[in-house]
């Protein structure tokens, strides 16, 4: 779950979570940027942060506006960020949303030293934590491998939900989106960034040596930087004028929804144990999903997408040449994944969270667990 899931995405999901007495406040940098306008309610206020988070000033002004408000939790999906100071007056418990890595690894960019510091005070915010909250049990079991068994009575499991923006177009809304960014009628989707672009080449290569298929486009989803990056394994595979990149930024989130429906398929061939939220986009929106066989994925979306050997090429050109053959089988795959989407709402995921909060205000991690066991043995 990213900072975005609490700050933009699920801003429908706030409103039907809250329940009488809660307040939230939503500490942002002062330049942070919206795609959804700020909610109004009086349960939920803003605060806009002048200084950098992770500096000497951050951490100074982070201190100043807790001891102001008094909240009874600090909830972040940065674990770079320093939580408040806890004084002798007022103990604020604190609370990291983790989906990736980043930070435990280190950042794509920086230098060495750099990204040591960065992983040591990542390490040393998730072993002070009350709580940490994943989305699955790959991360959780990654996260305990990782920083230690002991860390297990702190790990909470939330499942990550869908924004409603995510749902199946009209054929009118998607021939707008495909005349705007120039796409072709039948095209597959791709979801991927620079820094895991070497994921795609397997799936780049089945589809330039596959012969049951023709004229195959690709959409691939991602940053400014992920042309270059994949510039020769498109040379390679045969596929040049086959692949249209778009900049993930530069579209609207009714765009995005647009472009997830009017795929054929979703190719994402990602071994992360991260969370992959392009599953579930595309899922809600109408389009079968071919994903890499890792734990994650099993774990999470189970029949609900069909699972192939992530480097096995002929494994992803058979895997789309059965549904483009298969008319039963595509559309069985599809209904499976509006279910499976339909289980997995923003609102439900808000709702789990904010129980949990108030839980955790008045328990420890490790008592909530007994509770849990006790209830679901």
Not at 64 to 88: C, E, G, S, Y
Not at 329 to 350: H, K
Request: hydrophobic letters at 45%.
């Amino acid at each position: 779950m990213s900072a975005g899931i609490y700050l933009a995405d699920m801003v429908d999901a706030f409103l039907p979570a809250l329940q009488e007495g809660d307040q939230v406040t939503i500490l942002m940098a002062l330049k942070s940027y919206l795609p959804w306008e700020q909610i109004e309610h009086p349960a939920v206020h803003y605060l806009f942060a002048r200084e950098t988070p992770c500096t000497a000033a951050g951490r100074k002004e982070l201190n100043a506006i807790v001891q102001r408000i008094h909240p009874d939790l600090w909830w972040t999906a940065d674990a770079a960020l320093t939580p408040p100071a806890k004084t002798r007056r007022h103990s604020v418990k604190s609370v990291f949303a983790i989906e990736d890595f980043r930070h435990l690894y280190g950042s794509a960019h920086g230098s060495g030293l750099g990204k040591w510091w960065q992983r040591r005070r990542a390490r040393q915010h998730l072993l002070k934590a009350d709580a940490i909250v994943c989305p699955n049990k790959a991360i959780a079991a990654h996260l305990a491998h990782r920083l230690g068994i002991a860390l297990r009575h702190r790990l909470v499991m939330i499942p990550s939900g869908i924004h409603p923006v995510f749902r199946v177009h009209q054929p009118d809304e998607i021939l707008q989106m495909r005349r705007k960014w120039l796409i072709p009628q039948r095209y597959l989707l791709m979801v991927s960034t620079s820094v895991t672009a070497h994921y795609l080449t397997p799936v780049l290569e089945a589809l330039g040596t596959n012969t049951e298929v023709s004229s195959i486009h690709c959409v691939i989803l991602g940053d400014t930087k992920l042309p270059n990056t994949l510039r020769e394994t498109i040379r390679d595979c045969h596929l040049n004028g086959l692949v249209r990149f778009i900049d993930n930024d530069k579209l609207s989130p009714a765009e995005l929804s647009a472009l997830y429906s009017g795929a054929f398929l979703l190719f994402e061939p990602s071994q992360d144990v991260a969370y992959q939220p392009s599953i579930l986009r595309a899922m809600a929106c109408g389009t079968p999903v071919i994903c890499a066989a890792c734990a994650a994925n099993e774990d999470v979306f189970k029949q609900a997408v069909l699972r192939v050997h992530p480097t096995d090429t002929r494994e992803w050109s058979q895997a789309l040449s059965t549904f483009t053959l298969s008319a039963i089988l595509y559309e069985r795959q599809v209904q499976r994944g509006l279910a499976f989407a339909a289980t997995a709402t923003s609102t439900t995921m808000a709702k789990t969270s904010f129980a949990f909060a108030r839980r955790l205000c008045t328990s420890t991690p490790s008592e909530i667990r007994r509770q849990d066991r006790a209830a679901h043995p």
